[in-house]
C-alpha cells in the first residue's frame, strides 16, 4: 500500500495532482503514492475503500485549487454537500484516523477555505496548517511537502535533497541497511576508543559534522579576508559565509570556509556539500568536506565546507546553489597574517552579519474603504548578494459582516517596473468586525533602484517605498 493518499477533484486540480504525483514519488519512492479513484474495482463501496486504502497511508493531501470549494455537479448542486462525493469522503475518513497527516495543499494561487464554508464533517480540515505549491518554486515546495510527509512517517533522516541537486535514489530498505552498518561500525569504534569526540557547540546552533574535517592534513593554516557582503539567500534558506582560511597540502592549498545556515522556513533543509562550488579562472571545483547535514526548521547551524585548489590560486568565487537567484561570494586566497579560527564555532547573533535598512518606522494608513482597511505597520530591506529581500508588515480591519481572505493576492511589489509577487505571505480569513497582520515577503534583484508597494482590496494603493 502507499505511504501518500492524494485526495483532488478532477475538474479542479487533475494536472496538478499528477505532476504531484510523479515529483512526489521521485523523492519518496516509486509506489509510495495513490491518487486516482479510477484505481479502484467497479462496484466497491467508496467508503470501506477509501479506508482499506488510508489504512496503509501516513499522510492525506488535500489538493484545493481554485474551484474546489464551489464545484457543482449538472443541476448546479455544490459537490461537497453531497453525502456521496468522493472528496468530501475521502477528507471525513482521513481527518478520522489520528495517525494520518491531513496536510491541505493549495495551488494555482488558492486560499485556505474557512471552516464555515465546509460541511460539518470535514471542518477541521480548516485547522490543518496548510501548504502552496507555486509554479515557479515547484521542486523547493514539493521538498518542504515531502518532508512533512516523512516527519508524519517517521522518517525524518530520510529527508533528501533537491532534483537539482539530488544524489543517486536508494531504496528505504537499503537506506535503513546501510544505517544500521554505519551505526554498529561507529559503536564499535566507540567502544574500542578509537573514536574522536567532536568538538562542542552551543545547543541552540550546533556543529556540523565536518566541522574539522581537513584541518590535520594540510600545514599551518592562516585566515583569509571575508567579503564584504558574506549573505545569499535561496528562499527560507540564508547562508552566511563567517570564516575562513588557506593552508598548503602537497603541491595545492587547502581552502576551508566556515557557513552557517539559517532556515527561517517551518521545514527541515539540507546543509550539504552539493549546495556550494568554487569557481576559479576556467575551473569549478567540488567541496571536499563530506558535509551532510540536515537543519531543523526555524533552526540554525554551521559547517565547515573544504576545496583542494592548485597552489597557484589567489582568488576565487564561492557559488552558492538553490532555486533563487545565482549566488557568488567572491573570495581572496592570499594569506593574511592572522591565525585562523574556522575551527571555533561563532556564537554571534545569525543577524549580526545582516545589512538591514529600516524602510518605514511609524505605521501608515492606506487608505479606507468602505469595509476593508489596510495598515502599513513597518518595512525593511535586507540585503543579500544575489537578492534583495523587502519585508512588509501589513494590518488589515474587516468592518464588514462576512469573513474576507487577507492573503498572497493582497500586495505586490513593483520592482523598477515589474511587479513581484510575495515570496511567504499571509493565509487566513479575517471574521467580521476583526483585524489580523501579517508578514508580506518580497524577493528583488539586488541591483533594483525604486520600489512601489501596491496593495489591492476594494481599491487599489500604491506606496513608494524609498531605497538607499
Request: aromatic share 6%; charged share 25%; hydrophobic share 45%.
Amino acid at each position: 500500500m502507499s505511504l501518500v493518499f492524494v485526495s483532488y477533484r478532477r475538474e479542479d486540480s487533475a494536472g496538478y495532482a499528477g505532476r504531484l504525483h510523479e515529483s512526489l514519488e521521485r523523492r519518496l519512492g516509486e509506489g509510495e503514492v495513490f491518487r486516482d479513484v479510477d484505481a479502484l474495482q467497479p462496484g466497491q463501496d467508496f467508503v470501506d475503500a477509501i479506508a482499506d486504502r488510508l489504512r496503509a497511508c501516513r499522510a492525506c493531501l488535500v489538493l484545493i485549487g481554485r474551484d474546489w470549494l464551489n464545484a457543482t455537479d449538472g443541476s448546479g448542486r455544490r459537490r461537497l454537500e453531497q453525502d456521496g462525493d468522493y472528496v468530501r469522503l475521502e477528507i471525513a475518513a482521513a481527518l478520522a484516523r489520528p495517525d494520518v497527516a491531513v496536510i491541505p495543499v493549495l495551488v494555482e494561487g488558492a486560499a485556505m477555505p474557512p471552516a464555515e464554508a465546509l460541511p460539518e464533517s470535514i471542518r477541521a480540515l480548516a485547522r490543518r496548517h496548510a501548504t502552496s505549491l507555486r509554479d515557479e518554486a515547484w521542486d523547493s515546495d514539493v521538498d518542504r511537502l515531502a518532508s512533512a510527509v516523512r516527519r508524519a512517517a517517521g522518517l525524518d533522516h530520510q529527508t533528501a535533497p533537491s532534483p537539482a541537486l539530488r544524489r543517486p535514489a536508494v531504496s528505504l530498505k537499503w537506506g535503513l541497511l546501510a544505517a544500521s552498518v554505519i551505526a554498529a561500525f561507529l559503536l564499535f569504534r566507540t567502544f574500542a576508543g578509537g573514536g574522536e569526540e567532536p568538538a562542542s557547540a552551543p545547543a541552540a546552533e550546533p556543529a556540523a559534522a565536518s566541522d574539522r574535517v581537513g584541518a590535520a592534513a594540510a600545514g599551518p593554516a592562516s585566515a583569509i579576508a571575508m567579503p564584504r557582503l558574506p549573505e545569499a539567500a535561496h528562499g527560507s534558506l540564508v547562508y552566511t559565509l563567517l570564516s575562513g582560511d588557506v593552508a598548503p597540502r602537497g603541491s595545492g592549498r587547502l581552502v576551508r570556509l566556515r557557513v552557517r545556515l539559517a532556515n527561517v522556513g517551518a521545514y527541515p533543509a539540507n546543509f550539504w556539500d552539493g549546495s556550494f562550488r568554487l569557481a576559479t579562472a576556467g575551473q569549478v571545483f567540488e567541496p571536499t568536506s563530506g558535509l551532510n547535514e540536515i537543519v531543523d526548521g526555524r533552526s540554525v547551524k554551521q559547517g565547515i565546507v573544504t576545496f583542494d585548489v592548485p597552489g597557484d590560486v589567489t582568488a576565487a568565487v564561492l557559488r552558492v546553489l538553490g532555486p533563487g537567484m545565482p549566488a557568488e561570494l567572491p573570495l581572496d586566497l592570499k594569506p593574511t597574517d592572522r591565525g585562523s579560527n574556522v575551527d571555533t564555532v561563532d556564537t554571534r547573533d545569525p543577524l549580526s552579519s545582516a545589512q538591514v535598512l529600516t524602510l518605514v518606522r511609524d505605521a501608515r494608513s492606506l487608505g479606507s474603504g468602505k469595509e476593508i482597511t489596510f495598515t502599513l505597520v513597518s518595512a525593511t530591506a535586507r540585503q543579500f548578494v544575489n537578492t534583495l529581500r523587502i519585508v512588509v508588515n501589513l494590518r488589515v480591519t474587516n468592518d464588514g459582516r462576512y469573513p474576507m481572505l487577507f492573503g498572497s493576492g493582497a500586495a505586490r511589489l513593483i520592482a523598477d517596473g515589474q511587479a513581484t509577487a510575495p515570496l511567504e505571505a499571509p493565509n487566513e480569513a479575517v471574521a467580521g468586525n476583526a483585524t489580523a497582520a501579517g508578514d508580506f515577503v518580497f524577493d528583488v534583484p539586488p541591483a533594483t533602484r525604486r520600489t512601489v508597494l501596491r496593495i489591492t482590496g476594494e481599491s487599489t494603493v500604491e506606496l513608494p517605498l524609498d531605497l538607499p
